[in-house]
């Protein structure tokens, strides 16, 4: 079922991102753009998912997935959450990289920078890949941890794509999670 996750967000980009957390407040302020205007909230009640959505991205769901992509195809946000017996965020995890590596080539991974994303414990990994059509990509992937589930948190960008990357770091900053 991670599978599906991961495919679903496998649009031919790939990202990386952090989450804002209450260990961030090392980090100056002034590097952090602005909540974008008029992003408006929208909500996924079946997975417990919550994030405002970048100005111009367009949004698509499924039962255990919520989708947003930049307008110009060059950068994803996915929040998958999997149904049945809770998982914890290191199987989530596991299973999305293994599914990276069969869709992707030249995958390499390394560990993220301990961030937690919407205020949770967080194993997160940067992998860079190449699609099928040879373009290289970023990828953030984040197994959170709540109380009684986890989710497979994803930020796709193609590499020249700073300016979506931002409004997807932005985005991945508004996100809240319920268990």
Do not use: C
């Amino acid at each position: 079922m991670i599978a599906v996750g991961v495919l679903l967000a496998a649009v031919g980009v790939a990202a990386i991102a952090g989450g804002k957390s209450s260990d961030d407040s090392d980090t100056p302020q002034a590097q952090l753009p602005p909540p974008p205007r008029g992003g408006k909230e929208i909500v996924h009640e079946e997975i417990g998912a919550t994030l405002n959505r970048p100005p111009g991205w367009t949004v698509s769901r499924s039962d255990r997935t919520l989708m947003f992509r930049s307008p110009d195809q060059t950068s994803a946000l996915s929040i998958f959450s999997p149904p049945g017996k809770t998982r914890g965020a290191a199987q989530v995890l596991t299973s999305a990289l293994r599914e990276l590596r069969r869709s992707y080539t030249d995958v390499t991974a390394r560990p993220g920078d301990g961030r937690r994303v919407a205020g949770l414990p967080t194993s997160a990994v940067v992998v860079s890949a190449r699609n099928r059509k040879g373009v290289q990509l970023r990828i953030l992937v984040a197994g959170v941890q709540g109380r009684s589930r986890a989710w497979l948190v994803q930020v796709f960008a193609a590499d020249g794509s700073t300016a979506r990357l931002v409004e997807a770091q932005v985005a991945l900053s508004s996100l809240t999670l319920k268990s």
